[in-house]
């Protein structure tokens, strides 16, 4: 009856689960947020529970009420102060708000009560009970199931039979409609922010008598809550609750039968993982849409300031051996900042792991020493190594996930490996740690007991190596092929840059960078402690990165300095206010994207650049003028333009063969057949929903075919990848535009042409090549008029020069056959007068194959060879524009009263 007994225990810890679970689906459902300190909501009700019970004198159940209330109120308080500014905010910005918040209440706890456990009474009985023979239970655990059952149940009647749920449900799904029928989608988010943080209060309370109160791992019950959450898709409270109860008890059968530490802790992740790898993709949708992203910096180097603060770095830690000390940790912290913003700022991909990750190559380096004797240089050196190899294995769920889902991800991952092998005394040494031998390079004594200062300059000399190779990264083709991805994966798929592969690389490179400054670190003593490397320092690591400044160089060593242990402490030791410094660091989060108003849209809020910008303002301030502002993009003088002729593609012919293309039960496209052949426009029309960006989409590889096929010149392409396609000599542009918006025209068009050379993947680390436009591309450039803003930041360009840049972008490479998807939308009738000559451009000058989508009639018409109609996913008829215009059903269907062809009158 072992197993039975362990089963009802899982379903008590599972009933608190459940709990956190139900708030994270309120919250959710309440303004569309995954509340990330949904734990550190229980943290804080269980020390307001432990408060007024141990001083106030009043009643368990009064304390409770407390609890309760008190949390309910702080989660309003979250929501009005820091959410409700952001309302416009990215969803990326958001997720890190509520890591700010996590980090803020459980660095407060540490402040207030230290890190040691408390031991607070209960308020219910904890007498067992024996539902069957031999099988007891503490009638608390009990109690605990009832109170789940009975909160998911008010809470899905709620949702399903009143006013209130149905409001949430319609503001949920559309604020601003919500809004214009009198219900306040900010009132309605402030509500569910209280009650989900009330649950969370309860939970908080009844857990902390079960496992003692401490501030750093009851955070954490954040995880198993996801899981939960996720099986209900954060909408169904009664599928989060039976998911919770099961997730628990997982985790007590396993506790039961496997004698391994960790691995009861690494269910949730289990479930996480199948659950969102299942139902992500590869690529987005074309409905995916795109966050704002972090500023990025331009990757420079400035030797003079760099020289001058190196040299003052390394004097003062020639001058004092404490000075040398403090400076090494905040050099360290650095190293592994350096690999958020390489995986977080350039690559734009959420990673929870990294500090983690600075704790695997801790380990095998000091392995490596302690049980091989291997000198220290070469424990270093595999230690980054495996990292690398384990950081790609990290990055795998990055082909399928992106954005929170993500993060949710990477946050399961860390609590894994954390709970297997970084705090497991099997391998880790518990508190004795991992001795290691006394750090020598090439017989020189480096070691950092007897001799910080030569330790603390090795650091610094890796920092320096470090933060150069990024640099070089940022500035290269990679850093390029990255900052595309980040912006717009389709866009960066259809330009031929291996996405899936860019990835993989970010992580990598990070993961690598993070072994290098973790095993640093951890060297600096001669007792290596893997299991300081905990979940929560990886999440202070990418909160503090964001203070500084996710996207440059300079803001990653700003955000070093307020990690504890480095400089930071070092300042404020002396006002005895150290133990302050995670507080101030999580609050400095909370302002620096609040204060944004936008989130990430342009993170040079970040505090470097944030300072420097202000500076510079101020120099720059007496010589603004306003009365006779110049041009930001000035048109060339007459004369100046150069006369470069098109180039001449390679003749190839797009054939399609009863294409069919489904989206679940719903037809977008059946039994289409066209040929597009070389030096010639093919327009296709329709309506709105008639299946023409399908139609691009299934050529282009970015929807699947159910039925039918495309050939390239004589090459079938079923199977092959977007990147494939547009190598072989097949390109797009988007109805949306998708340019890389952290970059300028040049970098824009050179990622065009970027011949994605597997060699530029090491090379790029250590000598950049900047941006090389190819000979299609500069005649792209000139015969676009596009070589007046070729410097620009394309955020900078006006509507119609930015839909001339996507194409001009697509032309880069030369292609056989290029498909423009909606190229005129939302231009003047000039600008579309002139993209028309464009377009025949394309064809009679560069020989491609033009197959052009779109809604303007006119245009289409006076500038195709033939059309195809398409109503429905189906042909509605074909031919030459003059036989379009007089054909009667598609008068009738689509262009109203025609009078001469190409010039209709739309009905």
């Not at 509520?98 to 607070?120: E, F, P, W």
């Not at 423009?820 to 000039?830: I, K, M, V």
Request: include cysteine; aromatic fraction near 6%.
């Amino acid at each position: 009856m072992n197993e039975l007994t362990f089963i009802l225990i899982g379903i008590g810890t599972g009933s608190l689960y459940a709990l956190v679970a139900q708030g994270l689906v309120l919250i959710f459902r309440g303004s569309g947020i995954v509340n990330f300190a949904q734990g550190a909501f229980a943290l804080f009700g269980a020390y307001v529970y432990y408060n007024v019970a141990e001083h106030a004198g009043a009643s368990l159940l009064v304390c409770l009420l407390v609890s309760v209330a008190a949390t309910g109120l702080l989660g309003v308080l979250v929501q009005l102060l820091v959410l409700m500014p952001m309302r416009r905010a990215s969803s990326l910005s958001r997720l890190i708000v509520t890591l700010g918040v996590l980090v803020t209440i459980q660095a407060a706890a540490v402040v207030i009560y230290g890190d040691r456990n408390l031991v607070v009474r209960s308020l219910l009985p904890t007498n067992g009970i024996e539902l069957l023979p031999g099988a007891r239970i503490g009638a608390d655990r009990i109690i605990i199931l009832a109170i789940g059952l009975v909160t998911t149940a008010v809470l899905w009647a709620v949702f399903r039979y009143t006013s209130y749920g149905r409001v949430t449900t319609a503001v949920a799904q559309s604020p601003r409609t919500a809004a214009t029928l009198g219900h306040s989608p900010d009132r309605i988010a402030a509500v569910n922010w209280g009650v989900g943080g009330a649950v969370s209060g309860l939970a908080g309370a009844l857990i902390v008598p079960l496992t003692n109160l401490e501030p750093i791992n009851l955070p954490l019950i954040v995880l198993p809550a996801l899981a939960a959450a996720l099986v209900g898709g954060f909408a169904s409270f009664p599928l989060a609750f039976v998911a919770a109860l099961l997730i628990g008890v997982a985790e007590s059968l396993m506790a039961l039968h496997l004698n391994q530490p960790g691995v009861s802790q690494s269910v949730p992740f289990l479930v996480v993982m199948v659950l969102l790898m299942v139902r992500g993709r590869g690529l987005p949708l074309r409905s995916h849409l795109l966050d704002r992203l972090p500023g990025v910096g331009d990757g420079r180097v400035r030797p003079v300031p760099v020289l001058v603060v190196v040299a003052l770095v390394a004097l003062a830690m020639l001058t004092s051996g404490e000075a040398a000390s403090y400076l090494t940790v905040t050099v360290t912290m650095a190293i592994l900042c350096l690999s958020v913003v390489v995986v977080t700022g350039y690559a734009g991909q959420v990673s929870l792991a990294q500090y983690v990750l600075g704790g695997v190559g801790a380990f095998v380096a000091a392995t490596l020493s302690s049980g091989h004797g291997m000198p220290f240089l070469a424990c270093l050196a595999l230690a980054v190594l495996a990292t690398m190899i384990l950081g790609g294995l990290v990055g795998v769920p990055a082909l399928r996930l992106r954005g929170i889902n993500l993060a949710i991800v990477g946050l399961g991952l860390s609590v894994a490996v954390y709970s297997l092998l970084l705090n497991n005394e099997r391998y880790s040494g518990g508190v004795d740690g991992i001795p290691v031998e006394p750090v020598t390079i090439l017989g020189w004594e480096v070691d950092p007991f007897f001799h910080p200062e030569r330790y603390a300059l090795l650091c610094l000399a890796a920092l320096v190596v470090v933060a150069l190779m990024v640099s070089n990264l940022r500035r290269g083709d990679i850093g390029r092929r990255l900052l595309a991805l980040r912006s717009s994966e389709r866009a960066a798929a259809s330009l031929g840059v291996n996405v899936y592969w860019c990835k993989i690389y970010a992580f990598m490179i990070a993961a690598g960078i993070a072994a290098l400054g973790g095993t640093l670190f951890a060297f600096m003593q001669s007792i290596v402690l893997t299991a300081q490397f905990g979940v929560m320092s990886s999440v202070n690591l990418i909160t503090v990165t964001v203070v500084g400044g996710i996207g440059s160089l300079p803001g990653a060593l700003v955000g070093a300095t307020l990690i504890p242990g480095g400089l930071g402490t070092w300042l404020l030791n002396g006002a005895g206010l150290q133990v302050w410094l995670p507080l101030i660091g999580g609050v400095s989060v909370l302002l620096v994207l609040r204060a944004d108003q936008g989130g990430l849209a342009d993170l040079n809020v970040g505090l470097y650049r944030s300072l420097r910008d202000r500076l510079r303002s101020l120099g720059n301030a007496a010589e603004v003028s306003s009365d006779h502002p110049e041009p930001d993009h000035p048109e060339p003088a007459p004369g100046t333009r150069r006369d470069i002729s098109p180039v001449r593609v390679s003749p190839l012919e797009l054939r399609v063969e009863d294409l069919g293309v489904r989206y679940g039960g719903v037809v977008a496209l059946e039994g289409v057949n066209l040929r597009v052949k070389p030096g010639t426009v093919h327009g296709i029309m329709g309506p709105n929903g008639a299946g023409k960006t399908s139609l691009v989409d299934a050529l282009t590889g970015f929807a699947q075919v159910a039925a039918g096929t495309a050939y390239l010149g004589d090459r079938r392409l079923d199977g092959c990848s977007p990147m494939r396609r547009s190598r072989l000599g097949l390109r797009r542009s988007f109805q949306s535009v998708e340019l890389f918006s952290s970059l300028t025209t040049r970098d824009n068009i050179a990622i065009g042409c970027d011949d994605g050379a597997p060699s530029s993947y090491i090379t790029g680390l250590l000598w950049p090549k900047g941006p090389r436009l190819s000979e299609a591309a500069e005649a792209a450039l000139e015969k676009f008029g596009l070589s007046r803003v070729l410097d620009a930041p394309v955020e900078s360009l006006s509507f119609g020069d930015r839909r001339l840049v996507a194409i001009a972008r697509a032309v880069a490479s030369a292609p056989s056959v290029i498909l423009l998807d909606e190229p005129a939308s939302g231009l003047a009738d000039r600008e579309s007068a002139e993209l028309a000559a464009l377009v025949r451009s394309l064809a009679d000058d560069w020989g491609m194959a033009v197959l052009l989508v779109e809604h303007n009639i006119n245009l289409v018409l006076s500038v195709s060879d033939e059309i195809t109609v398409l109503q429905a996913g189906r042909v509605l008829a074909h031919g030459t524009p003059a036989e379009i215009s007089a054909d009667q059903s598609v008068v009738d269907a689509y262009l109203g009263q025609s009078t001469t062809p190409g010039e209709v009158v739309i009905s």
